[in-house]
């Protein structure tokens, strides 16, 4: 029988090789030692898979609103191992999916509707944080849409034009060149669109305090069980290795990019990387010879897709995908020396004046890609699965309107004042092998050499069209 500190060393190393999952576990104030594992059969009211923000977000809200019932969740790793304990920390009202595709597809009221329900959810993330004690660095500096080049400016006019056909003129700035430069001295600067109502939060200890909470609501997290099957039906149950959950109520599935690596989820969600790079803290000079004083959630109009965000103690972490998706959804590592390389100069081209900045850290991470880039929410009553997943890279805030809505659901609740046009809405699969493979390779080498050309101001690929088609870009 292991003594109790050979236990103890034990699980000092296992929380050491989640320390190295990112910066953000890192420093979510939190030991990350493994919680037990499921063993044995039990049964539940309703067992979660998956313990990221969806899975967590739905658990709080069942709790809530029903004190007393019987909330599992059973997490392959730990608790924020996924997306969420890796991601940007934008916690913006923008949904997965453009508005502008959003309202050509269910049209102005519904686009309007789920617009403000999520605007309402950055407030209902700030006020949860708040109420139940869970210091995430939440802020609200707003989002910076910027232009960078001329070719980044039609893009950034098409977006404006969006929000104030929807009527959220009121909301959205349009900024001349020199109006943005008064706010941050990045290169190439033409013009932005200034968001203010949006958010920016450290992820890590965001998913970690939720942990916490859910706990102290009764939950009960299991960690370190990889669900390998599950069962719809009247009495839903999902199988580990070393256990089982029957659920009486329902039984969720919270998994988001790992469920490709199940039979079931293979052909519809495509796990995506998606890296970060983080400076150490940058000096008062350095801060005044870029400016961004407001801190503001930093994006341009990059197909492979870069956004920045000034953190509390004055780093800039900087995110970008590119790295190769990678034969059969296989998802061994999200991180990609060679992407990380070009993210180091991309992060240098923003700033000329930081260009020896020290990296201090940087890490990846999987997004879960449906193939329409809709996210799913729905609840089938007759076999009780719910399902939340398919965020792309806009999870942190819309995680929170789908777990509430998906609680709702699954107790009977009315859904007033949450609106939602994609309820229900199911993607189609991604193609077989080889076709995702040359498809998913084609878009991701067509957007780099489709932003190439927008740096150099020169004129885009031909086939541009075709592959902001299978992109689905804009
Ligand atoms: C690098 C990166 C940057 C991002 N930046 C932003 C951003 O700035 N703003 C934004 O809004 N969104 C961002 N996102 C997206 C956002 O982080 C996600 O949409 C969100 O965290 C999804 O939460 P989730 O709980 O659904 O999934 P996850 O956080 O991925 O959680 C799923 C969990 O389920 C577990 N799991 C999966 N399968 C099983 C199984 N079979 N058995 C047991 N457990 C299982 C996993 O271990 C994991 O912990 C980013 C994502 C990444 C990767």
Not at 413 to 433: D, T
């Amino acid at each position: 029988m292991a003594t109790q500190s050979e236990i103890s060393a034990a699980s000092l190393a296992q929380s050491s090789t989640y320390n190295s999952v990112s910066f953000w576990l890192k420093t979510a104030g939190d030991n990350l030692s493994p919680r037990p594992s499921l063993k044995g059969n039990v049964t539940a009211d309703v067992a979660i898979i998956g313990g990221g923000y969806s899975g967590l977000w739905t658990a709080y809200y069942l709790l809530r609103d029903n004190p007393g019932l019987d909330v599992a969740i059973v997490e392959g790793e730990i608790c924020g191992y996924g997306a969420s304990g890796r991601n940007g920390g934008w916690c913006s009202f923008r949904l997965p999916i453009d508005a502008s595709v959003l309202e050509a597809r269910y049209g102005a009221q519904s686009t309007r509707d789920a617009l403000l329900t999520m605007y309402a959810t950055v407030d209902e993330v700030e006020r949860v944080c708040e109420s139940e004690g869970i210091d995430a660095d939440f802020r609200r500096p707003g989002i910076l849409n910027v232009a960078r080049g001329k070719q980044q400016l039609p893009s950034v006019r098409k977006t404006y034009d969006t929000y104030v056909r929807l009527g959220f003129g009121d909301r959205n700035v349009l900024l001349t060149a020199e109006e943005a430069r008064a706010r941050i001295n990045v290169s190439d600067l033409e013009g932005a669109m200034y968001s203010p109502a949006s958010a920016a939060l450290h992820p890590g200890k965001l998913v970690r305090g939720l942990a916490r909470v859910v706990e102290r609501m009764g939950g009960v997290i299991y960690e370190q069980s990889r669900v390998t099957a599950f069962e719809p039906g009247t009495s839903p149950r999902l199988v580990t290795d070393e256990g089982s959950v029957v659920a009486r109520k329902a039984l969720v599935v919270a998994g988001e990019a790992y469920l490709s690596q199940l039979p079931r989820y293979h052909r519809a969600l495509l796990p995506t990387s998606s890296m970060l790079v983080m400076t150490e803290p940058l000096t008062p000079q350095q801060w005044s010879a870029i400016g961004w004083q407001g801190g503001e959630c930093l994006n341009s109009q990059a197909y492979l897709v870069d956004y920045l965000v000034r953190t509390p103690d004055g780093r800039i972490t900087y995110g970008s995908r590119g790295a190769p998706y990678k034969w059969g959804s296989a998802m061994k590592d999200p991180y990609d020396p060679a992407t990380l390389d070009v993210m180091k100069q991309n992060l240098a081209a923003w700033f000329p004046a930081l260009k020896d900045v020290a990296i201090a850290d940087s890490w990846g991470g999987y997004l879960g890609v449906p193939r329409d880039w809709t996210p799913r929410i729905s609840f089938d009553a007759e076999n009780k699965v719910g399902e939340l997943f398919g965020y792309t890279g806009r999870g942190v805030a819309t995680t929170n309107l789908f777990g509430r809505m998906l609680a709702a659901m699954i107790t009977g609740r009315s859904l007033e004042g949450l609106s939602l046009p994609m309820i229900g809405h199911q993607s189609p699969k991604w193609e077989p092998e080889p076709f995702r493979w040359l498809g998913v390779r084609y878009v991701q080498n067509a957007f780099r050499r489709m932003d190439t050309a927008v740096r150099r101001d020169s004129a885009p690929p031909l086939d541009a069209p075709l592959a902001r088609r299978l992109g689905q870009q804009k």
